[in-house]
């Protein structure tokens, strides 16, 4: 290993350390856990979290001989030195069926440099050192089972790191002190050459260096001095300050094993933990992840809440803890209800934290981010239910009604009066988790009674998708079609002008007043064929509103006829265009629009073009599609955009939550994407805009395509009040391969909104009550006609386009 990298570091550290202490021993131990909950709840708010992982011991051999220790043993303590591949898949495998997301390698240090034995079942494994064998059984584990490996490897050099990152989504390694004092004789460290400070400073900083998501943190109890802790974790805070790659800090206490060295030393007392992690997080600040885990301080863990830690560490509900096996982890359960009744929300994460799960570009090897996008909801945490848009899989039911948030009572008042809430304050909401989400969901759901009452609306309306021929190459589409999509469902389409007409008529004759018309980015198309498809819908149908072109296809139509969008909008309106649907939104941050759409209209022309149709006197919708890529942030920035266009324009008639479907996305079967939204932040994406749009845009619709019937109705108590349109012939969303089916009929939206407890009322598309003609024809409809799917001639692309 190289020296150690904070050696012109470490006497300032070590004074800062003795300069400290006095300051901390003045203050009252009370006063000392009050600061440290006040700095966690300002970062985390009530959410502490565990991982559910399952143990896997590589190796017991170790070359170290720490005093203290009982998970080492000799050759003939062990029935062999290595768990066998399939022994390791089997503890794996029990793991992933109990519904673990980490699989935990634990061993010893480089058994092989001491034990012949080690050497000779390596060998005889194929593999030359103990890192060869548990890169390999990382991999396997990844590979066969789905479980994020997790290695505590212990001390390595930086190309073994490297090699583990490729197969590990996270490592670590205890500093435990950074007292050079404990490796000398009598010493708890002493005889073990893989404790030496310098040694794993020097190793916490390549990983630094490497982009490794990392766990490290201090032993108290084994002969340090407090001066020699609080410097062990100002050396871990320097670490942390030059990568930001230290994800938790562990503040673990001794406890006296039979049969070490150590057995009779006196153990820490539980004022001197709660001491040390209070400290801990004064020091560290409010951000870093501070755990302490539960079960070496057995009945008495939750008291240990009070220091403000906000993890409990790895908690398996397979496999016992192999270093501590005297101390059981508590039930899952029982440490649920005791988080509550601190005031917390016991959360479940991965084997990286939230932060970095959250940000896979940066701190996950490419070759593990399917796995890990698999498994994480769009804050990074564990995805812990089955539910995703598009499928029948039944939506997870909320969490109950609990304590009261006064921080989150505070927000949710400010919304409902109608203020503007900051980015941060939204992101908040979208934090609920627990017993925030029935608070939060009760308040949007009391203001969408107080605004639109009881009233649900829908509108009778046909989807015309007249091309699905595009040069854009959307990461989450399925439906269009170019070079690069041609192994994904459907054939390219290009309609032609009659059986537009003949659509647009059927749908009168169906009892429409609306239809839904948008399509590719045909190179083919000019800003007159957007006129000619305008024109003939109108001839066909005179009455009906024609609601169509994203704003992607204006600017398209605009640059094709050499006119200024504010031009070509004011053409199509004249020609009869009603309103514009607000597609093409996905998300209104540009860095995630590179990533799922690129060369798509950026945030920033997106909002000028429908600002522009806005200034024209044409209506529009405001969507948003989440759950792929995206994270919470770019979420409330999309809100507050939309809100701040309204406050201007007063032009968006509706927000609609658009949930990715993911089963035929490209991105998701490259595995670049989530799996589409969990239910909870599904139901969120419903409840948060009705609280942050107030009062600017009164209408929260629900989509049946990818909710289906369950999730529509769940979402009605959530802030909804509308079920958008019937549709006739989604294409779209089946293209992504939603089991929802392409029409909700009338007759069965009603009953729906019956069943709960509401009055429908079958709408225009600008919210006026549908004539009563048109309703009695939606009801007595005919079945659809089959559709003529118009074949695309492929033929030059025009010169202004090429």
């Known amino acids: 290993m190289t020296a150690d990298p904070l050696a012109d570091r470490r006497a300032a550290l070590a004074a800062e350390a003795e300069a400290l202490l006095p300051q901390f021993e003045a203050r009252h131990l009370p006063a000392l856990l009050a600061e440290a909950r006040a700095l966690r709840e300002a970062a985390h708010g009530g959410v502490v979290t565990y991982s559910r992982k399952v143990f896997i011991p590589l190796t017991r051999l170790c070359r170290d001989v720490c005093a203290y220790c009982t998970f080492a043993k000799t050759p003939r ?31 010893g240090d480089k058994p092989e440099l001491r034990y012949a034995a080690a050497r000779d079942a390596l060998a005889e494994l194929g593999f030359r050192s103990t890192h060869e064998y548990l890169t390999h059984a990382c991999e396997l584990v990844l590979r066969e089972t789905g479980l994020l490996p997790h290695a505590n490897a212990g001390l390595m050099p930086r190309e073994e790191i ?16 950074a007292s050079a004092r404990l490796l000398e004789r009598g010493g708890p460290h002493h005889g073990s050459p893989d404790k030496d400070p310098a040694a794993r400073i020097a190793m916490i900083d390549a990983a630094g260096e490497l982009a490794v998501p990392f766990t490290s943190g201090i032993l108290i109890g084994i002969g340090e001095t407090r001066a020699e802790r609080l410097e062990s974790l100002l050396v871990l805070r320097e670490l942390h300050r030059r990568h930001g790659h230290i994800q938790e800090v562990i503040v673990q206490n001794f406890r006296a094993k039979p049969g070490t060295r150590m057995a009779g030393c006196e153990e820490p007392t ?29 009945a008495g863990y939750p008291r240990l809440l009070e220091a403000g830690i906000n993890d409990w560490g790895g908690i398996s509900p397979v496999t016992a803890d192999h270093v501590n096996p005297e101390a059981p982890w508590p039930a899952i359960a029982a440490l649920a209800r005791a988080t509550e009744a601190a005031g917390g929300t ?16 940066r701190w996950v090897d490419v070759a593990l981010r399917p796995k890990l996008l698999a ?56 934090a609920a988790r627990g017993p925030d989400i029935p608070q939060l969901v009760a308040a949007a759901d009391a203001l969408r009674a107080r ?87 109108k001839r066909a149908a005179p009455g009906l509103h024609v609601h169509a072109f994203s704003p992607l296809e204006v600017a398209q139509g605009a640059r094709t006829l050499g006119l200024s969008v504010p031009e070509f909008l004011a053409r199509l309106r004249d020609a009869g265009l009603g309103s514009l649907p607000g597609t093409a939104a996905e998300i209104l941050h540009d860095a995630v629009r590179e990533r799922i759409a690129p060369g798509k209209l950026g945030t920033r022309g997106w909002l000028e073009v429908v600002e522009a149709a806005h200034r024209a006197g044409l209506r529009t919708t405001a969507t948003i599609m989440f759950g792929h890529v995206e994270a919470p942030h770019h979420w409330a920035a999309h809100l507050l955009h939309l809100r701040d266009l309204q406050a201007r324009t007063g032009g968006f008639t509706e927000f609609v939550p658009l949930p990715f479907v993911h089963m035929e996305a490209p991105m998701f079967l490259r595995g ?36 289906g019937p369950a999730g529509l109705a769940a979402v009605l108590d959530a802030g909804a009040n509308d079920l958008g349109g019937t549709l006739m012939d989604e294409s779209i969303s089946h293209a992504a391969g939603t089991q929802h ?7 069965a939206m009603e009953a729906l909104i019956l069943a709960a407890a509401r009055v429908p009322q079958q709408r225009t598309t600008l919210y006026a009550p549908a004539p009563a003609e048109r309703r009695a024809r939606s009801l007595t409809a005919a079945p659809l006609a089959e559709r003529v799917q118009t074949p695309f001639r492929k033929h030059p692309i025009p010169e202004h386009l090429a």
């Open 741 to 747: 089916g392409q029409e909700y009929a009338p007759a």
């Open 451 to 537: 605004v639109s009452g009881e009233t649900v609306r829908y509108v009778v309306t046909r989807n015309i998708n007249y091309t699905n021929v595009c040069t854009l190459s959307c990461r989450f589409c399925a439906f269009s079609k170019g070079r690069a999509q041609e192994q994904l469902r459907g054939k390219p389409y290009d309609l032609a002008l009659e059986e537009v007409a003949r659509r647009a008529a059927e749908a009168w004759e169906r009892g429409a007043t609306e239809v839904c018309m948008q399509g590719g980015i045909n190179p083919h198309y000019t800003g007159e064929t957007y006129l000619a498809l305008l024109h003939t819908a």
């Open 672 to 707: 670049e994407a989530r799996k589409g939204p969990t239910w909870r932040e599904a139901v969120l994406m419903h409840a948060v805009p009705r609280l942050v749009l107030h009062p600017l845009i009164p209408n929260i619709q629900g989509s049946w395509v990818k909710l």
């Open 375 to 430: 498994a994480s909801d769009a804050a990074g945490f564990a995805r812990t239910d089955p539910w995703s848009p598009g499928e029948l899989t039944a939506p997870t039911p909320l969490p109950k009604p609990g304590r009261r948030s006064p921080t989150l009572d505070r927000l949710l008042d400010r919304a409902a009066r109608g203020e503007r809430l900051e980015a941060a304050q939204v992101e908040r909401l979208f």
């Open 346 to 361: 016991l959360t479940e994460r991965l084997a990286l934290y939230p932060a970095y799960a959250a940000d896979p570009l």
């Open 270 to 298: 539980p004022e001197e933990l709660l001491w040390t992690a209070a400290v801990a997080r004064i020091l560290l600040g409010g951000a870093m992840n501070i755990q302490i885990p539960p079960n070496l301080s057995f």
């Open 162 to 177: 490297a090699a583990l990152r490729r197969v590990s989504v996270s490592q670590g390694i205890m500093l435990e002190s």
């Open 77 to 107: 303590q062990v029935a062999r030195p290595f768990l066998l591949p399939e022994e390791i898949l089997a503890i794996a495998r029990a793991g992933r069926d109990a519904g673990c997301h980490e699989a935990l390698f634990t061993l």
